[in-house]
């Protein structure tokens, strides 16, 4: 089996930082594509920031110069740096991976439980 655990979330003021983790671990052979991302009360889920399989980055615009994502490949984890937050960033934050398992030939995507980020004075 795999799995994505996050951390990091929290609640933070408005103009604060937080970082959150995302690991992946169980029977991976290869990742070939892992991010984030989050969905408001009311709204969908929507890409914030993610590695593409051809090996770049991609960011939302609006997190463009706030958010900055990161990677680990030795430990599978994913980062998000997330500062200057407003209250607009208030969601559940999800990790998302497309992972191959081990012996096996196709790429499934995966999901973590997600984590709580609450921007608030």
């Known amino acids: 089996q795999v799995q994505l655990v996050e951390s990091g979330g929290g609640l933070v003021q408005p103009g604060g930082s937080l970082r959150l983790a995302c690991a992946a671990s169980g029977s991976i052979g290869s990742i070939n594509a892992m991010g984030w991302y989050r969905q408001a009360p009311g709204k969908q889920r929507e890409l914030v920031a993610a590695?593409?399989?051809?090996?770049?980055?991609v960011y939302a615009d609006f997190v463009k110069g706030r958010f900055t994502i990161s990677r680990n490949n030795s430990k599978n984890t994913v980062y998000l740096q997330m500062n200057s937050l407003k209250p607009e960033d208030t969601a559940v934050y999800y990790c998302?991976?497309?992972?191959?398992?081990?012996?096996?030939?196709?790429?499934?995507?995966?999901w973590g439980q997600g984590t709580q980020v609450t921007v608030s004075s």
């Open positions: 998302n991976a497309r992972i191959r398992r081990t012996f096996q030939t196709i790429y499934d995507d995966y």
């Open positions: 590695f593409t399989s051809g090996g770049g980055t």
